[in-house]
Structure formats: structure tokens, C-alpha cells
């Protein structure tokens, strides 16, 4: 059952800017961990970033580091993923996906609650 709602995915030139957002109606995002995964058709669902509960503190995949920025806004409910020099490499399916041990050391397949993803699309 999905309990998260991605947006802002798109198709964007190398170099580009997407800010992608995650929210839902069902429950506080304060109160869970929020980790962004991607995945690319034929590879496995990668880790790009993860914001904790409560604490806000943030870690990032190695290959979007510098680059990547994810954040929360509680007033709406929403945690964002701001990405910034996008390449062809960053092409893939976004999810979110909360935790409610709020960690961030918690196993991808632990999460408690998915979203459906949102397509990015980097290509000139």
C-alpha cells in the first residue's frame, strides 16, 4: 500500500536542477527517518540520501555528495531532494521511503512505508 507521494521529476539537460518532493497525508514525516533511493533499469536500488528524525541530520551516497541536499519542511509535511549538476548517470527511478527507528542506519528493506517513485530523466 503506498503511503508516500513523490514529485517533481522530469526530464532535464546535463547540468540541470530538479528539486524532488515527498509527502503524505497519513502520518507526521517529522517523526520517521526520510531516505531517498534510486533506481536505474538494470541495476539495484541505490541509497542517495537520508534525513533523520527529529535531529535533521543528513548523510548522502558517495556518488551524489557535493551535489545532492535534502531537507524538510514540517509546516507541509514534505521533504525535499534538491539536485543540482545533474548527469546522465543520475537517471533513474526516485523513491522515498520512511523509517521509524529514524536512524538512518536502517536496512533499505526495513523502511516501514514507500512511495510509488518519480521518473528523472538526464539527457541533452
Known amino acids: 500500500q503506498v503511503q508516500l507521494v513523490e514529485s517533481g521529476g522530469g526530464l532535464v539537460q546535463p547540468g540541470g536542477s530538479l528539486r524532488l518532493s515527498c509527502t503524505t497525508s497519513?502520518?507526521?514525516?517529522?517523526?520517521?527517518?526520510i531516505g531517498w533511493f534510486r533506481q536505474a533499469p538494470g541495476k539495484e536500488r541505490e541509497a542517495v540520501s537520508c534525513?533523520?528524525?527529529?535531529?535533521?541530520?543528513?548523510s548522502y551516497g558517495d556518488s551524489v555528495k557535493g551535489r545532492f541536499t535534502t531537507s524538510r519542511d514540517n509546516a507541509k509535511n514534505t521533504v525535499y531532494l534538491q539536485m543540482n549538476s545533474l548527469t546522465p548517470e543520475d537517471t533513474a527511478l526516485y523513491h522515498c521511503?520512511?523509517?521509524?527507528?529514524?536512524?538512518?542506519?536502517?536496512?533499505?528493506?526495513?523502511?516501514?512505508?514507500w512511495g510509488q517513485g518519480t521518473q528523472v530523466t538526464v539527457s541533452s
Open positions: 534525513i533523520k528524525r527529529k535531529d535533521n541530520s543528513t
Open positions: 497519513r502520518f507526521t514525516l517529522d517523526d520517521y527517518a
Open positions: 521511503a520512511a523509517d521509524a527507528v529514524g536512524s538512518c542506519l536502517t536496512d533499505i528493506f526495513d523502511y516501514d512505508y
